[in-house]
């Protein structure tokens, strides 16, 4: 009898022949193979030999050795080679990890553990790390589940099962929670709307709160549209206003001496109404100079204003100071302005403020007028939200969608966000106050790409379209069950009367929103998955993971389709890495070409559609970049632009290949000299603009 098992570092843990048997199994499954039974009789064989062996001799590497030796021995030579490639893949990985110093007891990616290291593991004074990953998912799962002992529940069983979900990676929550559970800082909303005021001392007031926010690790988003415009009075002084742009950049400099939680550059949302004078120079104010690097921008444009648009109209604009049309504009020119401007440097992008309105959850509480710095969460004046992503790829089985991990999963991470709110210190009371009052919590997914891909759906089709409808669908609904079982528990937020929930007949609801589609941003490079709802970006690229080292990821599922089929070479990697993309590749399957589409070979159509699909289902919004090839046009951005107003979206980024300086993702044969291969930076998750956040 086989007690235990030495592993690699010289600790010994319980033996588990289901292990082998798993691992058999893992390597059948990448050739195209599903035999149980011969999976079973290899791993009998290997125990078998094992028994002879003294117990110090049992351990991972003899168990590996003997796994190569009989899966050749039984006949199974392509299992094999995948069994021994695998084996060698995972070996370099924990080479590189040791010249790099780097810690891992949940084997992640070598840039996962990175990432870990780098904003997320504890230090001590000195900077040294002193936690592994593993501590940080326990520390994450015990900090959120003491919310229970609030209500007279057991936090001892609700921190496994938190446990279990965080360290199998099928739900993470926002980096401030990550960052601050059980510290001294305690701040664990990522997303945060600070109005600001017409007047100096409230614009400074905000400038201080956002400092505060940036400090603890959220991020920010601003409406400028209550500032006077450019040249108007000011009856204090007799003199003439500067203008929200200017202000702007008070706040851009502000943010550039403060990390957020001291791991982090300052990120920012900067929105003003399509009807403010000084709309012209919002639009362009990113066109020179590198202003505002710390912000994201976006025109807040209403249903008149679009309608105008395809009329051909012109429209008001209207002086927020006392309401006095000051000007008529071409909604056309306007409209053509902004895709011109986003086409050449990314931004801005708009945020279709009469559909955010629409769907408010408490109008009687306030307008909405802003979004967090990535468009997926607007929020009232001071209000703040928590967000977390189901790891979707996690949550197919047999090629199929396994609803009820994923019903279960829900369950549990709406309870897991909904503790947030009561375990977090924010960092001022006003935020406090109306985060409490309602309750906000922004459920998402990540890793949709490689769902689609597990289910043999191409991304940019039909049935892709179906499926994420159907998977947020269901996700929406039944957080939406989850949100109302806690409200009967523990009581609804306390703006429940007279809100959307109360009006649409439902008795009891815990949190005034529940579900939000955000970018995940490093949360997916520790899932190891794709971005969000973001299409594959590359399947062979080479991850700059810090000054002089370069690391060569490839997309998993792709070399299994690849082993299965039989044309993998290391070779091929090295040529798609070269290329960018396999759309041409007439070396590979057309079938396999059309299932792993990359993010630049979709249309910006599919793009849009994709997002909308989405947002049917979502209390919030949906952040999706609207990749576009280099050789698009403005034309182009104005249709994607137009095209997601009338599907309803909330909002809308593009970027257009080769826009950004300094940017995150080369793509291989652009005809630039530093990019022989398609590279990323260590945080690039998918998307072309910086969402690291």
């Not at 204003?305 to 395809?310: L, T």
């Not at 049935?463 to 069950?481: A, P, T």
């Not at 291989?668 to 022989?676: C, F, L, Q, V």
Request: glycine share 8%; aromatic share 6%; hydrophobic share 40%.
């Amino acid at each position: 009898m086989i007690k235990e098992i030495v592993k690699r570092d010289g600790s010994r843990e319980p033996f588990d022949p289901q292990r082998i048997v798993a691992a058999v199994a893992k390597a059948q499954q990448a050739v195209g193979q599903h035999d149980p039974k011969a999976a079973q009789a290899v791993a009998d064989l290997v125990v078998d030999e094992l028994s002879q062996r003294p117990p110090q001799e049992v351990t991972v590497e003899n168990v590996q050795d003997l796994v190569e030796k009989q899966l050749v021995q039984q006949g199974h030579e392509e299992a094999a080679k995948a069994y021994i490639l695998h084996r060698h893949t995972r070996a370099e990985v924990r080479r590189t990890k040791r010249i790099l110093g780097v810690r891992d007891d949940l084997k992640l990616t070598v840039n996962a553990t990175k990432v870990l290291e780098k904003r997320y593991l504890l230090k001590d004074s000195e900077g040294h790390v002193i936690e592994t990953p593993r501590e940080l998912m326990r520390r994450v799962a015990r900090g959120i589940a003491a919310a229970d002992k609030l209500y007279g529940d057991d936090a001892a069983a609700t921190e496994e099962v938190f446990y279990e979900m965080l360290s199998s990676r099928e739900f993470l929550p926002n980096s401030p929670t990550l960052m601050n559970a059980e510290t001294r800082i305690g701040q664990l909303a990522g997303c945060f709307v600070l109005p600001v005021g017409d007047s100096v001392v409230e614009i400074f007031d905000t400038l201080k709160t956002m400092a505060l926010v940036h400090q603890s690790g959220g991020g920010t988003g601003f409406s400028f549209s209550r500032l006077r415009p450019n040249g108007d009075i000011v009856s204090s002084t007799g003199g003439q206003a500067s203008g929200p742009v200017s202000f702007m950049g008070i706040f851009d400099a502000a943010t550039d001496v403060i990390k957020q939680g001291g791991r982090r550059r300052g990120a920012n949302m900067g929105i003003l109404r399509v009807d403010h004078p000084d709309i012209v120079e919002f639009i362009t104010c990113k066109l020179h100079g590198g202003r505002l690097r710390n912000f994201n921008i976006s025109v807040a444009a209403t249903d008149a204003f679009m309608d105008a648009v395809k009329r051909g109209d012109s429209y008001d604009l209207v002086n927020p100071r006392n309401g006095a049309v000051v000007a008529r504009k071409s909604a056309r020119h306007v409209f053509d302005l902004i895709a011109v401007s986003a086409w050449q440097s990314g931004d801005p992008g708009m945020v279709f403020i009469d559909e955010v309105n629409r769907h408010n959850p408490t109008p009687h509480v306030d307008a909405i007028e802003s979004t967090n710095p990535c468009g997926e969460q607007p929020l009232l004046p001071y209000e703040s939200c928590n967000l977390g992503s189901i790891n979707l790829r996690t949550m197919v089985k047999d090629g199929q969608v396994d609803w009820d991990k994923l019903g279960e999963t829900v369950d549990r991470s709406v309870h897991f966000l909904d503790n947030v709110i009561d375990v977090t210190k924010f960092p001022v009371s006003e935020t406090e106050r109306i985060t409490r009052a309602n309750r906000k919590i922004g459920l998402g997914v990540m890793g949709f790409a490689e769902m689609l891909v597990l289910l043999g759906v191409p991304y940019d089709s039909d049935d892709g379209l179906r499926v994420g409808e159907d998977v947020m669908k269901f996700i929406n609904e039944r957080s939406h069950r989850a949100s109302h079982d806690i409200a009967v528990r523990r009581g609804s937020f306390a703006n429940f009367r007279g809100s959307r929930w109360e009006a649409e007949g439902w008795d009891a609801m815990r949190n005034a929103t529940v579900t939000t589609v955000a970018p995940t941003g490093t949360i997916s490079i520790i899932a190891g998955v794709s971005s969000g709802i973001e299409p594959l970006f590359a399947l062979t690229y080479y991850r700059n993971i810090m000054e002089g080292t370069r690391l060569l990821e490839e997309n998993d599922l792709f070399k299994q389709a690849a082993l299965a089929r039989g044309f993998y070479s290391l070779d091929l990697a090295a040529d798609i890495a070269r290329r960018g993309s396999i759309a041409e590749m007439d070396e590979i399957p057309q079938d396999v070409r059309r299932l792993f589409v990359t993010a630049f070979d979709i249309q910006p159509e599919w793009h849009v559609k994709m997002q909308a699909a989405f947002q049917k289902h979502t209390d919030n919004a949906v952040s999706k970049t609207i990749n576009l090839p280099g050789e698009s046009t403005s034309s182009d951005v104005a249709h994607a632009y137009m095209l997601a107003w009338e599907l309803k979206c909330k909002g809308i980024t593009i970027y257009r290949y080769g826009t950004a300086t300094g940017q995150v993702l080369e793509i291989a044969g652009t005809g630039t000299e530093h990019a022989p291969f398609t590279q990323a930076s260590p945080e690039f998750t998918g998307e072309c603009r910086d969402c690291s956040t």
